[in-house]
DNA sequence: TCACCTACGATCAGACTCAG
DNA sequence: CTGAGTCTGATCGTAGGTGA
């Protein structure tokens, strides 16, 4: 039993509860722990206490030893990834991705009612909440990987764990935090407006000739985009002389009608095949 | 209370600005 | 002059702020 325990061990090496990130001398948690510490941190949360980010932020750094201030925005993503999982009044039994937490299932009375940042879900429309079908498992919930036909091939498994990546972005951020260069002069803080479920994150329906590029038939415009430019750099499909120019292969020429175009009518010639997804019944 | 406006995320190379 | 950093352009739907 235990020479089975210790194989599987070896064949899923990430899984460790306590992964912690050595980035330049400093001790900083990977988003892999604070997924799970979000995820206790919302099942051992008191029902009757309305809790909120920062409450939740303040419970995680006194149950990590760490000054996770800086991480508030991936952890609002995480709660809303969390609640998103299984927010509705009526959800199918067994459509939890969080099967595994007995406390997750049915309508986990445990934390959504009065989670403070359920106002998202409030707005929150059936399709919406159906964002890609089922959630992937907890495991995956923070970082999905493009799909496999997108995936670069030279450099299959080698890539570093992302954790590292974004820790040294978030590095910056921290050394920085007091003097935080403000993006495009964007609102005031504190005024800095939710992306949330809706708007650029709806999901958008993709038609079929843009779904051989994409490889999924729904996904948000940002994906969408992203996944688009996946795989013209896996391709080659930028012209070298001028990266602007994209050169379409047949995938891409049945998308755009077009044999070349630049990346900015690419975003127009997109829309086309983007579809608004109606909600079911409202 | 209503209508209007803005920022949000994602992508990229080239243009532009600024400092050394 | 060079290198580094920032802005620009396009597109989408919507939440939330602001002003009338």
């Keep these: 039993e235990r020479e089975r325990e210790s194989e599987r061990a070896e064949r899923e090496p990430f899984v460790s509860p306590f992964f912690l990130v050595i980035y330049e001398g400093n001790v900083m948690v990977s988003d892999q722990e604070i997924a799970k510490g979000v995820e206790a941190v919302l099942r051992q949360s008191d029902p009757n206490a309305v809790t909120s980010l920062n409450g939740v932020v303040q419970q995680l750094e006194a149950k990590l030893g760490l000054d996770l201030s800086h991480k508030a925005g991936f952890i609002r993503d995480q709660i809303n990834l969390l609640l998103r999982s299984h927010p509705q009044p009526h959800p199918p039994k067994d459509h939890f991705a969080i099967q595994h937490q007995p406390q997750f ?22 399709e919406e909440l159906n964002f890609r079908s089922p959630l992937p498992p907890p495991q995956q ?44 002069e964007s609102a005031p803080a504190g005024t ?37 430019w996946a795989y013209i750099r896996k391709n080659n499909l930028q012209d070298p ?28 010639l997109l829309a086309k095949h983007i579809i608004t997804l109606e909600p079911t019944s409202m």
Excluded: W, Y
Excluded at 202 to 216: M, P, R, Y
Excluded at 218 to 227: C, D, F, G, N, S
Excluded at 241 to 268: G, Y
């Design 105 to 126: 299932q049915n309508s986990h009375p445990q934390f959504s009612p009065h989670f403070a940042l359920q106002n998202h879900l409030h707005h929150q429309r059936p």
């Design 141 to 184: 919930l923070q970082t999905q990987p493009p799909p496999l036909h997108l995936q670069q091939p030279s450099q299959p498994q080698a890539q570093p764990p992302p954790v590292i990546k974004v820790e040294a972005n978030d590095q910056n951020a921290t050394s920085n935090a007091s003097e935080m260069p403000k993006p495009k």
């Design 192 to 228: 800095k407006r939710r992306g949330g479920p809706g708007g650029l994150n709806k999901v958008c329906g993709v038609s079929t000739e843009l779904q051989a590029i994409v490889g999924e038939p729904a996904l948000p415009r940002t994906e969408i985009v992203k996944q688009l």
């Design 241 to 268: 002389s001028n990266k602007r120019k994209i050169i379409c292969d047949d995938a891409l020429r049945l998308v755009f009608e077009t044999d070349c175009t630049d990346m900015f009518k690419m975003n127009k």
